[in-house]
């Protein structure tokens, strides 16, 4: 079934045949003030799932987020889950500040190391978190790119080959995602993709070691770690599925963490010139 037969179905459609090789994919929009390219950025976002964003040079991190937040109706930054939890609360922020800081505890946030795919709202279920966007302040002096999988794409391209291997990911106890902050015990059992009752599909695809825990189904253990095989084949470097992307300062990469996974680079900075992103994450799609 091509995309043509399917102009009721979902709108995320068009992303489940996408090549991310396509030179325009990961190419910035200039955004003016006058809301001149947010058309474009958004029909970008619906075609891939992500796109990157120029914005105006007078406007601040947390201004342009929310310029973009404001044209797409997307309401206030939504807090993910496990950072509303006891003992998260310093990072219980509608913006977070993600540098690298020796001192300080995130896992993910104050590290330089690489981080494998991942949906962002690790306590949050399938779908809950539809948006992120990141503003780069700074970029890292070497590394850093933010890596983008096209997961739904994956999902159905599995799907059409192995329906068994991609039918255990939306078993509803598959994929255990836990939280890694300290102190704080939680974790969040659910699918990696649910196949919604018009057909579309959300991804809560994650592969992070240290905070995913993969739970095969009696009798599906093999199923299982084809589906595995094959997406950590297509998510391995970068090809129909997967780009790199290096954000410049002043650039904001949009995601549709309901459909895409990310990933970043490992990456080397200096104190003088430290890697820094602005971060919010929302509860609603763009309208
Ligand atoms: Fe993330």
Not at 77 to 82: F, I, K, Q, R
Request: negative net charge.
């Amino acid at each position: 079934m091509g995309p043509a037969g399917n102009e009721k179905g979902p709108c995320e459609l068009k992303q489940l045949f996408v090549d991310y090789r396509d030179a325009t994919a990961a190419c910035p929009v200039a955004v003016a003030r006058s809301g001149r390219g947010v058309d474009e950025l958004g029909d970008r976002l619906d075609t891939y799932g992500f796109a990157v964003a120029q914005m105006p040079g007078d406007l601040s991190p947390q201004d342009a987020i929310d310029f973009l937040a404001e044209a797409w109706s997307l309401g206030a930054p939504y807090v993910p889950a496990l950072y509303r939890l006891p003992g998260a609360e310093q990072f219980n922020r509608p913006y977070a500040d993600i540098r690298a800081n020796d001192a300080a505890d995130h896992p993910g946030f104050a590290v330089r190391s690489a981080q494998e795919f991942h949906v962002d709202g690790t306590l949050d279920g399938p779908g809950a978190v539809p948006v992120v966007i990141m503003y780069c302040v700074r970029p890292a002096v070497r590394g850093g790119e933010s890596l983008l999988l096209n997961a739904i794409g994956v999902f159905h391209a599995l799907r059409e080959t192995d329906p068994a291997a991609a039918a255990v990911l939306t078993r509803p106890t598959v994929l255990r995602r836990s939280s890694t902050l300290r102190g704080v015990e939680a974790y969040t059992d659910g699918p990696a993709f649910v196949v919604t009752d018009d057909g579309g599909i959300v991804n809560r695809y994650s592969d992070v070691p240290s905070t995913t825990t993969w739970i095969a189904p009696a009798g599906e253990e093999d199923a299982l770690a084809r589906a595995l095989a094959f997406i950590r084949q297509e998510s391995g470097s970068d090809g129909r599925y997967r780009v790199s992307v290096r954000l410049a300062a002043g650039e904001c990469l949009v995601v549709r963490n309901d459909r895409v996974s990310h990933a970043r680079q490992g990456y080397e900075d200096t104190a003088a010139h430290p890697r820094q992103l602005l971060r919010a994450t929302f509860g609603t799609s763009p309208r």
